[in-house]
């Protein structure tokens, strides 16, 4: 992806595939600093398109999700909308769809106009945790990138020296998360819902010694 960005070679759709918490949504940002990028190494994270992006403020990246548990007709009319205006910072105009399986028909109906005659300008990232329940032909127009789990050891690596958690914590906060860093993290800011896994598993340990 990286060598892809830098040399130009750039689709005009992704579809990022994993599980919950594997990191979708944070690759799909990344890949939006990067395209939007004017520092090196891309994505540089200090230059103001990247900052921007960061911050939720840049003119050409647009981020849209499930509304009351679906993605609506209304927000892809909107994004159809705006991604024919040209770009205000940057070359591309970056529109990521967070959960794209959640789409009404009719939402999903309208993508597939967009990802059928694209601008130009325009790069979609989607992104799902569960790929087959898109429409075939919204996925035969992407290009396909399956995140799979992190190893145990990465995550509990980042949850130390990034979150400063407590060595033994860090560990099994790292198993919990089954690959997953969204889950370990979201486990680490959330001690109940820490608390009522760590209950869980020790139920089923129990169980299996049973």
Not at 34 to 59: F, K, Q, W, Y
Not at 153 to 165: F, G, M, N, P
Request: charged content about 25%; overall charge neutral.
């Amino acid at each position: 992806m990286e060598a892809s960005i830098n040399q130009g070679n750039i689709a005009n759709a992704y579809l990022l595939t994993g599980p919950d918490g594997v990191g979708k949504r944070t690759l799909a940002l990344e890949m939006a600093r990067a395209l939007c990028c004017t520092g090196h190494p891309r994505p540089c994270d200090e230059c103001d398109n990247c900052r921007a992006v960061i911050r939720g403020s840049h003119p050409d990246v647009l981020v849209i999700g499930p509304q009351d548990g679906s993605i609506k007709i209304d927000q892809v009319r909107e994004l159809r909308r705006r991604a024919m205006l040209a770009p205000h910072r940057s070359r591309y105009k970056i529109y990521i769809i967070t959960d794209a399986e959640t789409a009404t028909p009719e939402a999903a109906n309208s993508l597939l106009k967009t990802l059928e005659e694209p601008p130009k300008h325009l790069v979609l990232i989607l992104t799902a945790s569960n790929a087959d329940a898109l429409l075939p032909t919204i996925v035969s127009r992407c290009q396909v990138i399956n995140l799979r789990p992190v190893p145990l050891s990465t995550i509990e690596k980042a949850l130390r020296e990034r979150w400063d958690i407590q060595a033994e914590e860090a560990t099994f906060l790292a198993h919990v998360s089954t690959g997953c860093p969204g889950v370990a993290i979201k486990l680490a800011q959330d001690e109940g819902l820490r608390d009522k896994r760590e209950r869980e598993i020790k139920t089923l340990l129990e169980i299996l010694k049973g």
